[in-house]
C-alpha cells in the first residue's frame, strides 16, 4: 500500500472520530468533548486524510476511496460505542 493512502486513510479515521466524539449521543465516553475545536480539528484531519491519498491515485479514485472509507468509520463508531458501554457496565 502506497505510503500517501495509508497515511490518508489514518488521518481521515482521525477526523472521523473527532467528529463523532462531539456528537452529544456517542457513546465512548461519558461527556462529548467540546464542540468548537474538535469539529475544527476533525475537518482539517478530513480533508487532510483527501488530499494525501490524491497525490497516490487518480482525483476520482481518490474522492470515491476517501468517501467509502470515511462512511466505514462512521458506520462503525456507533456499534463499537455500543461495545464500550456494555463492557463498561460489566
Known sequence: ????????????????ISLYLTSPNQRWLDVPWHPMPARLTGGFLMIAGLILPWQAMQPLAAVFTWGIWVMLVFLLCPGLGVLFSLHRKA
Open 1 to 16: 500500500m502506497n505510503t500517501y493512502l495509508a497515511l490518508g486513510l489514518l488521518l481521515a479515521t482521525a477526523g472521523s
